[in-house]
């Protein structure tokens, strides 16, 4: 069926994806020769959340990524200084360039780019083309460049923000209607991409002026009305070079293309195809999540590892199993008591807690989980609220068999201060800024995602389920099965505790087992001084930083 009335089309642009990845996301590198791939593996997951993530009724029918193919272009033809203030493109990026165009290919969508123009004017031709045959379009990019384009079924996509952006959003951002936006740049420039406007007019003045004369045509052939002198004699200086400049913001919705909408048709992924691109970038999250939605088995990626901590392959020892079953939920201070005692017994405990929400400035404590030695861990719930996912308005009602809150942080608090007991915890900074909102100082610490980033740096992200993954060869449960993901998302309040003590329990073992494999391979690896000395000593610091925040002088 010809591309026409009731087809959407998703255009990703490509090339400012990867830019902003590079930036947004910490360094990664292959781990068997160095290669960076963190650029990669953002790209990569966003592709994977919009396959997984655009089904039903609203999901594309048709899509393409988009990239820019080269730097000379035909605006450089008109404009020699065209992006000539652009830095060189960062050296680690440079050979994630082409492995993102495998991937994108890997997942068997269709990959554009063409020698002159920019991937912008890609968008533009096929945004249109679109449009005019009745289709709906998705394009999903914040590049404000884009947003001429908006309207009339086209609409705009941020999915770092996973924010939508419609006329309104563009009236927001520039002040005018998307038809205008042309305008004002013109007038604005841009400092980003080179563009010189009109010298000491910004974006609002810019606005203010278009939505007076109701297009930069009028404005110019009517600049001698303008009552501000300086405003009036920089709009009639420079006439030419702001029309010069509307020529290299607007878009060209009318290139020659050989690409059809019709060739855009969603395809399935080939499970061969993608797992082949992923085993070879090693990135096993994303390889197992992939192989486990496509129904096939997970292949095995070879661990070649060049330095940095044992994984389960090499050193770690033959361990317990993960036994869902043997933790223990704490409904009495006197169960509790026990597990105080078995802490202070041993000199050390992993202790993690759950909470409402990822800020710790503003959750509330959910429960505590505490682990002592591998395979034996509890839960301390505090307060789960009646009603889940299910309910339609909840309830603030606790369910029954939870210690009071007040309760268990007054029974607990001694051992967290506790000198003589190492408390050990995976990015203990939330956890300990978490418990200071009620009184507890935590002391002494150990974090294992500071041991693995003292150990492994750039060599893959150190997130518990990574690590876990990687060190302990064991996938921890996902936290979006008990939350659930969009707008039917709980939080962790309205878990079933039954389900909640195998999560956090669980969180808790993971810490402890990766804390005993990473301890010793502080020294082995040279990084103790690091660690105990720089790394460690700052999260004290950085909690009570962030906690106290900063005075601002509004004078």
């Not at 690409?259 to 797992?275: C, H, W, Y």
Request: proline share 5%; glycine share 8%.
């Amino acid at each position: 069926m010809a591309f026409g009335k009731g087809h959407h089309l998703s255009l990703i642009d490509g090339s400012a994806f990867i830019f902003r990845a590079s930036h947004a996301l910490p360094p990664l590198t292959r781990k068997s020769d160095g290669l960076p791939v963190g650029a990669v593996s953002g790209f990569v997951n966003m592709l994977w959340k919009m396959v997984e993530d655009n089904k039903g009724s609203d999901a594309p029918t048709h899509v393409a990524v988009v990239f820019d193919k080269g730097s000379h272009t035909f605006r450089n033809d008109l404009y020699d200084l065209y992006k000539a203030n652009r830095d060189e493109m960062p050296e680690d990026l440079r050979p994630q360039m082409p492995l993102t165009r495998e991937a994108t290919r890997a997942f068997n969508i269709a990959c554009l780019e063409q020698e002159g123009f920019e991937a912008d004017d890609i968008i533009a031709t096929l945004a249109c083309r679109a449009r005019d045959a009745g289709g709906r379009v998705t394009i999903i990019s914040s590049d404000k460049d884009l947003m001429q384009l908006v309207g009339d079924g086209v609409e705009m996509y941020d999915a770092m923000k996973n924010v939508r952006i419609g006329r309104e959003g563009v009236e927001a951002k520039f002040g005018v209607p998307p038809e205008k936006v042309v305008d004002v740049q013109s007038l604005a420039g841009d400092s980003v991409d080179n563009i010189p406007g009109a010298p000491g007019i910004g974006v609002k003045t810019a606005a203010l002026l278009i939505n007076e004369y109701g297009d930069l045509d009028t404005l110019l052939a009517r600049a001698e009305e303008i009552k501000q002198p300086k405003r009036r004699q920089t709009l009639i200086d420079n006439a030419d070079q702001i029309r010069l400049s509307r020529q290299l913001v607007t878009l060209d919705c009318n290139m020659e293309m050989d690409t059809s909408l019709d060739s855009l048709e969603v395809q399935d992924p080939v499970a061969d195809d993608i797992l082949g691109f992923l085993t070879q970038m090693e990135f096993r999250t994303v390889t197992r999540r992939v192989a486990d939605a496509l129904g096939v088995e997970v292949p095995v990626i070879a661990d070649n590892d060049p330095g940095g901590a044992a994984t389960a392959e090499q050193e770690t020892p033959e361990a317990l199993p993960f036994d869902h079953a043997a933790y223990e939920k704490v409904a009495d201070l006197s169960a509790l008591d026990a597990w105080i005692a078995q802490a202070k017994a041993r000199g050390y405990v992993a202790v993690d807690t759950e909470t409402t929400g990822l800020n710790e400035m503003t959750a509330d404590l959910v429960g505590i989980s505490l682990s002592v030695e591998p395979g034996s861990a509890c839960y301390i719930p505090l307060t789960h609220k009646k009603g889940g996912a299910d309910d339609l308005f909840g309830s603030d009602e606790l369910v029954e068999g939870q210690i009071p809150l007040d309760a268990a942080i007054a029974r607990i608090k001694p051992l967290l201060e506790d000198p003589s007991v190492m408390k050990i915890g995976q990015n203990m900074k939330y956890d300990a800024k978490i418990f200071a909102r009620y009184g507890v100082n935590v002391t002494p610490i150990d974090d294992t995602l500071l041991m693995s980033y003292a150990m492994n740096a750039g060599l893959h992200n150190h997130g518990m389920d990574t690590l876990s993954e990687r060190y302990l060869g064991h996938h921890p449960i996902e936290i979006k099965s008990l939350l659930g993901t969009g707008k039917s998302q709980i939080t962790f309040d309205r878990v079933d505790v039954d389900e909640a003590v195998k999560y956090a329990a669980e969180d808790a073992d993971i810490t402890l087992r990766l804390w005993q494999t990473f301890k010793p391979q502080l020294h082995q690896n040279r990084v103790t001084t690091v660690y105990e000395t720089l790394e460690r000593p700052l999260v004290p610091v950085l909690a009570r930083m962030e906690m106290d925040g900063i005075k601002v002088d509004r004078d």
